[in-house]
């Protein structure tokens, strides 16, 4: 059961920390539980703690992407706008397209320049998103007259892009 679906974000937050806990593979960074508790923190309106959080993560994994996007997303509901956004500049750079390694960032730099009202910004992200979409679509079309017991034959690393 997705409990982030059922906005129990108390429950989530418990279950995050607890399978933290357990987990400590050297392979397994965690970054997809980190994140939900990250998420979950800022629902249950602690904010600071949430942007705690994600600074020593950051400090931990300086180029882990999913610590810098759930950092974009406490540090805004923290009201640290400088540092949200010198997150998503570190991460896209000007020119960068939107791909299948950065598209969280992408997501969470059109929400944070919505946020703080520039558009231009904020329509050069959500362009950069649509893009990537018409590519995922465009590439995953030729799969749409498979049945259902065929087995799709591509890695990730087979994506045409990024």
Known sequence: MR??????HAVLLRMCDDLLK????SEYTGSDLKFRKVGALNALGKVQ???????K????????IVAATAGVYAYMKNSEQNKARELIEKFIPDGMICCDDN???FTAASRFYEKVGDTKKHEQMEEALEAYDQKLEA??????DMDD???LLWDEEDLPFC
Do not use: G, H, Q, V
């Not at 357990?22 to 593979?25: C, E, K, S, V």
């Open 3 to 8: 409990w982030d679906m059922r906005e129990d």
């Open 22 to 25: 357990l987990f400590t593979w």
């Open 49 to 55: 703690k949430a942007a705690e959080f994600c600074d």
């Open 57 to 64: 993560w950051i400090e931990k994994e300086p180029e882990n």
């Open 103 to 105: 598209d969280i960032m």
């Open 139 to 144: 590439y995953f079309s030729e799969y749409a």
């Open 149 to 151: 017991d065929d087995e």
